[in-house]
């Protein structure tokens, strides 16, 4: 199921340009557009889910796969080390910043990460 005016659903068509970086069956990896670190990676679910609050019982195995993905390319990028290292990131709703209503995790590395996060 795709939603027509969703901007991830079309990158993951391949309607709408973007950086992919791996892709398979089920998640789609591409670069963050407005990147807010050296790395900075977004990988969806190919099938349009908004939120994590729209998550059901069945997409636990894409959740699995999707954070075996988000490590799979922090090692094609080379951050996937104890010494080097990334941080993984969904947000929701206002406090957590979301803005994209196709869940999203971003995978953010090349730099030290703040902690808290600001
Ligand atoms: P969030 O605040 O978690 O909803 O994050 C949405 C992210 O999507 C932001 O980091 C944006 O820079 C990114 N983004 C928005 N449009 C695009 C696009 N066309 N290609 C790549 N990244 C995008
Ligand atoms: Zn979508």
């Not at 709703?93 to 600001?118: E, Q, T």
Request: net charge negative.
């Amino acid at each position: 199921m795709t939603d027509q005016d969703c901007i991830f659903c079309k990158i993951v068509a391949g309607e709408v340009p973007s950086d992919i970086v791996y892709k398979d069956e089920h998640v789609t990896a591409f670069r963050d557009i407005n990147p807010q670190a050296p790395i900075h990676i977004l990988v969806v679910p190919n099938r349009h889910i908004a939120t994590t609050a729209d998550l059901t019982a069945e997409d636990e195995g894409l959740m699995g796969h999707l954070v075996r993905v988000a490590h799979l390319v922090a090692e094609q990028e080379q951050i996937a080390t104890s010494d080097r290292g990334y941080r993984l990131v969904l947000n929701y709703g206002k406090d957590g910043g979301l803005l994209v209503y196709h869940l999203h995790m971003h995978v953010l590395g090349g730099r030290r990460m703040g902690w808290p996060p600001g």
